[in-house]
Antibody, heavy 121, light 108 residues
Framework: EVQLVESGGGLVQPGRSLRLSCAASGFTFDDYAMHWVRQAPGKGLEWVSGISWNSGSIGYADSVKGRFTISRDNAKNSLYLQMNSLRAEDTALYYC??????????????WGQGTLVTVSS | SYVLTQPPSVSVAPGQTARITCGGNNIGSKSVHWYQQKPGQAPVLVVYDDSDRPSGIPERFSGSNSGNTATLTISRVEAGDEADYYCQVWDSSSDHQVFGGGTKLTVL
């Protein structure tokens, strides 16, 4: 059974940083790309970033490019999102999602339960 | 960037058929995926590659895609189908995943 467990969320002041983690199990982690997708309170889904199976291909939404960095450690079956220069509009539930295949052009097929990030002074 | 347009809400009586549309420029040339999200829960994939169903998803869920519109069809709607539904595609022009704004399905 695929399991994705996010952690690292919390309350942070504008301009500060936060690092999210996602622990994966139940599948061969380095056979699949991974995504981060967020959902602001009461709003829809927004893709944040994706990373290919070997970290060779990475993409970001325009809204986070230059501020967020996605990475993965295949030896630890873990996905990360380093978030810098946080803004109030980054407040959201952040989901880790497994992609259907190797590249991040592939759709998310399994999702974690999310970790909440609140940016406020 | 590529835009997907969904109606904010769709209402249907139990036992009837619900159709949720997803509009996009020449979306028929892309693979469309659909997610169901119930309140307080993570999204669940219900249709992928326009019309395929993951294991465990009832046959009542089906999809189609042509021209500028993709459609998620839910037959014999049940109270438990009440949820938000999102369409999603890969935009190769921007190398971004794109989600529609979501449609709230209400079962009357």
């Amino acid at each position: 059974e695929v399991q994705l467990v996010e952690s690292g969320g919390g309350l942070v002041q504008p301009g500060r940083s936060l690092r999210l983690s996602c622990a994966a199990s139940g599948f061969t982690f380095d056979d699949y790309a991974m995504h981060w997708v967020r959902q602001a309170p009461g709003k829809g889904l927004e893709w944040v970033s994706g990373i290919s199976w070997n970290s060779g291909s990475i993409g970001y939404a325009d809204s986070v490019k230059g501020r967020f960095t996605i990475s993965r450690d295949n030896a630890k079956n873990s996905l990360y999102l380093q978030m810098n220069s946080l803004r109030a509009e980054d407040t959201a539930l952040y989901y880790c999602a497994k992609a259907a295949e190797l590249g991040y052009s592939n759709y998310p097929d399994y999702w974690g339960q999310g970790t909440l990030v609140t940016v406020s002074s | 960037s590529y835009v997907l347009t969904q109606p904010p809400s769709v209402s249907v009586a139990p036992g009837q058929t619900a159709r949720i549309t997803c509009g996009g420029n020449n979306i028929g040339s892309k693979s469309v995926h659909w997610y169901q999200q119930k309140p307080g829960q993570a999204p669940v994939l219900v249709v992928y590659d326009d019309s395929d169903r993951p294991s465990g998803i009832p046959e009542r869920f089906s999809g189609s895609n042509s021209g500028n519109t993709a459609t998620l069809t839910i037959s014999r709607v049940e109270a438990g189908d009440e949820a938000d539904y999102y369409c999603q595609v890969w935009d190769s022009s921007s190398d971004h995943q794109v989600f529609g704004g979501g449609t709230k399905l209400t079962v009357l």
